[in-house]
T-cell receptor
Framework: ETGVTQTPRHLVMGMTNKKSLKCEQHLGHNAMYWYKQSAKKPLELMFVYSLEERVENNSVPSRFSPECPNSSHLFLHLHTLQPEDSALYLC???????????????FGAGSRLTVL | SQQGEEDPQALSIQEGENATMNCSYKTSINNLQWYRQNSGRGLVHLILIRSNEREKHSGRLRVTLDTSKKSSSLLITASRAADTASYFCAPYMYSGGGADGLTFGKGTHLIIQP
């Protein structure tokens, strides 16, 4: 385990369902991230949170809704998804970049999402 | 942050051989990081090299950085089957904000043949 835990590890949902992905870190980090990894594509940075404030949203469709209630938890709420949204969703955390300027990310194991 | 481009896209070698993969990027950086991803898992940070460093070692890993050519290389010596994975570089320039997501390319998929 890396210190970043993602649940569930696998999720199958229909296009009309509503589900959530959860990420939890116990590293004392202040920044958290959602990435999407589809087959044959580079990782896509979806959302960035710093001290629970969303600082980046890379043109992600509104059917993906992030929530960061505190610096240890990050959620990705999913609703009315499309089959092309099937992918591995990765959560990561890091100390605030301003502290060291290094911004090393620690990733969770991912949530494999299949949309039918 | 900018995206690095890894080369080659795929590499297959015999166990015990050395594996070299390259990364190119476009603009100035503070540091460059390399990550490994085993199939279907999250990325794992391997090594970070700062812009004022030319070479860095960690176990069987050797990373070089040439800022004049905007390129980096990752060498894995005496490869093992467990090194089979995808490898990604992440060039990073601190923007002054509280958090910057790293941007990754498609990676180099390394296969170690027994």
């Amino acid at each position: 385990e890396t210190g970043v835990t993602q649940t569930p590890r696998h999720l199958v949902m229909g296009m009309t369902n509503k589900k959530s992905l959860k990420c939890e870190q116990h590293l004392g980090h202040n920044a958290m991230y959602w990435y999407k990894q589809s087959a044959k594509k580079p990782l896509e940075l979806m959302f960035v949170y710093s001290l629970e404030e969303r600082v980046e949203n890379n043109s992600v469709p509104s059917r993906f809704s992030p929530e960061c209630p505190n610096s240890s938890h990050l959620f990705l709420h999913l609703h009315t998804l499309q089959p092309e949204d099937s992918a591995l969703y990765l959560c990561a955390s890091s100390p605030r970049a301003g502290y060291s300027g290094a911004n090393v990310l620690t990733f969770g194991a991912g949530s494999r999402l299949t949309v039918l | 942050s900018q995206q690095g481009e890894e080369d080659p896209q795929a590499l297959s070698i015999q166990e015990g051989e050395n594996a070299t993969m390259n990364c190119s990027y476009k603009t100035s950086i503070n540091n460059l990081q390399w990550y490994r991803q085993n199939s279907g898992r999250g990325l794992v940070h391997l090594i970070l090299i700062r812009s004022n460093e030319r070479e860095k070692h960690s176990g069987r890993l050797r990373v070089t950085l040439d800022t004049s050519k905007k390129s980096s290389s990752l060498l894995i010596t005496a490869s093992r089957a467990a090194d089979t994975a995808s490898y990604f570089c992440a060039p990073y320039m601190y923007s002054g904000g509280g958090a910057d997501g790293l941007t990754f390319g498609k990676g180099t998929h390394l296969i170690i043949q027994p």
